[in-house]
């Protein structure tokens, strides 16, 4: 009988092991979006001078004033509905680790003024192809443009790659 029991959790370990060796899960958290520069895959914050607004890597998430106050969001407000985020130039914060990068927005506004260009900068992936045969708003798709609603990511979790993150023409304002 100890033979029979001993055999039986031996029979039940090893379809354990084999039932994990079997599953694999693989999570892109806080991977960097598409449109994101190259050689910067731990960084946590990106400043954004042409909208002035913040973008959380790990959180997939924009941060911008709305109000007066900041705004964590997963699309930038609409009034930069048609900013190209992947030929916007993006700050990478190399130096800070913690929560509140708008704390230091006001020094970041003034280093990095709207249209600042610092050394070149590819992105992680190339801008989407915008060849549709029955395009909305005069020739120009809002597949990638910001839509004003909050919007659960599935897109490459995000491989980040700019959907719902107001990606356009760029506009100025």
């Known amino acids: 009988m100890k033979t029979l029991k001993l055999g039986l959790v031996g029979i039940m370990l090893v379809f354990a092991v084999a039932s994990q060796a079997q599953v694999a899960v693989t999570v892109n958290i806080g991977a960097p979006p598409m449109w994101g520069p190259v050689g ?11 909208v002035q607004a913040y973008y959380d890597v790990p959180a997939s998430m924009f941060i911008y004033q709305s ?44 280093k990095y ?31 990638y443009k910001s839509s004003g609603k909050s919007e659960k990511r599935n897109n490459g979790k995000n491989s980040g790659n700019g959907n719902n993150h107001g990606e356009g023409n760029s506009k100025k304002k």
């Open 40 to 50: 910067y895959s731990g960084v946590q914050y990106y400043y954004l001078p042409d």
């Open 67 to 110: 109000g007066g106050i900041w705004i964590h969001r997963t699309y930038l407000p609409t009034r930069y509905r048609n900013y190209d985020l992947y030929s916007g130039y993006k700050v990478v914060l190399r130096d800070y680790h913690g929560h509140t990068p708008y704390n230091h927005y006001k020094e970041h506004k003034v």
């Open 113 to 143: 003024v709207k249209g600042y260009r610092g050394p070149a900068q590819m992105n992680i992936g190339n801008k989407p192809d915008h060849n549709y045969s029955n395009p909305p708003n005069q020739g120009k798709s809002n597949k």
